[in-house]
């Protein structure tokens, strides 16, 4: 993808992924440009937009405070030079304009997460999927590749797989460059082929020297350790694998509290991991509020008030606002661990 060009495409796909409106003001293209400028191909191109719109804290992410484009206005050059604050769609709309405006074919996909598990129904899982679940990116083409999601979001890090719903998801272009593979493979069959019919003439005639080259090695330099120092290290790993086994959950425990206050995680994926320390697993159909009823963590029902604040209002969190209710859930396992109460 870095080596990426598009000279091999067909003119009408680049003119469909790369069209931009007349009136698109100017400053859009001139801030790509900029952001890119020291970039010497397509992806670092592509990520340094990316990085831009989702980790310059230039922008922030808000359902409730996004506000509709003004008369005469353009949505992506309001987004981008005044309001800064919206949601994925503007996210991923000004990131597939700046891209275009580059000429670096790109397009907006809309999807949905596979939502909340409810309830099992013989062999079938049934799913409930709202609004929430919903989501939209940019994609990118890349010959030889194709189609390649991107995440410019501000404050989103969604780990679940999202269905597109987007139509034409493979690859219109690829009609010149499948040609140029085919007549590349053909020439690689044809060296490969002449290479074998070599290669079977000269072990013909070196069969028999290569035989015995190898049985005299054999005979030679075969080595075996002494059986001591086998049972020297089975006796160092079994222990060592034993209680890796045993204190697996308190290590991990110790990794992800290292986490926290290093600010390694995002508050979506770091909230997910916290129920694989509990002792008591979350029902199919509970919800967030009543599983944290549940569990009587009163760290952790005031950490799922937040969740639920940022996952179905848009309420952003800063680290420092949620730390120390992830520390003192932490200091609650740890304490279950030394009576023994600790899950495994």
Request: aromatic share 12%; proline share 4%.
């Amino acid at each position: 993808m870095k080596e990426a060009t598009y000279t091999t495409l067909q003119d009408e796909f680049v003119e469909r992924y790369t069209q931009l409106p007349n009136s698109l003001p100017k400053r859009v293209k001139n801030l790509a440009n900029r952001l890119t400028e020291s970039e010497s191909d397509t992806y670092e191109k592509v990520k340094a937009i990316e990085r831009y719109l989702s980790f310059s804290g230039e922008f922030r992410y808000s359902t409730k405070d996004a506000t509709e484009t003004k008369r005469g206005a353009d949505y992506v050059d309001q987004f981008l030079f005044e309001t800064k604050v919206g949601y994925c769609d503007n996210f991923s709309t000004s990131m597939v304009v700046m891209l275009r405006s580059l000429g670096i074919p790109a397009r907006f996909a809309k999807g949905f997460t596979p939502g909340e598990e409810t309830r099992k129904d013989g062999a079938n899982t049934i799913y409930k999927v709202q609004n929430n679940n919903a989501h939209s990116w940019p994609e990118v083409y890349f010959p030889g590749t194709g189609w390649v999601p991107f995440e410019p979001t501000a404050t989103f890090h969604n780990p679940e797989a999202f269905t597109n719903t987007t139509g034409d998801n493979r690859l219109d272009a690829n009609q010149n460059s499948q040609t140029e593979n085919r007549s590349d493979t053909a020439a690689k069959e044809d060296k490969s082929t002449k290479k074998e019919e070599n290669t079977k003439k000269q072990q013909k005639n070196k069969t028999s020297q290569n035989s015995t080259k190898q049985e005299t090695r054999h005979q030679d330099k075969s080595f075996q350790l002494p059986k001591y120092i086998y049972w020297i290290l089975c006796g160092l790993v079994i222990p060592l694998l034993t209680f890796l086994v045993v204190k697996r959950k308190a290590l991990l425990l110790r990794y992800f509290k290292w986490q926290i206050k290093h600010d390694r995680l995002p508050f979506e994926v770091a909230y997910r991991k916290l129920p694989k320390f509990f002792s008591k697993s979350r029902e199919p159909s509970e919800t967030l509020t009543a599983y944290a009823t549940r569990i009587d963590i009163s760290a952790f029902t005031e950490l799922t008030k937040q969740y639920e604040a940022y996952l179905y209002g848009g309420v952003y969190f800063q680290n420092e606002q949620i730390k120390p209710a992830f520390l003192a859930i932490i200091e609650v396992l740890e304490s279950q661990k030394k009576r023994k109460n600790f899950k495994r």
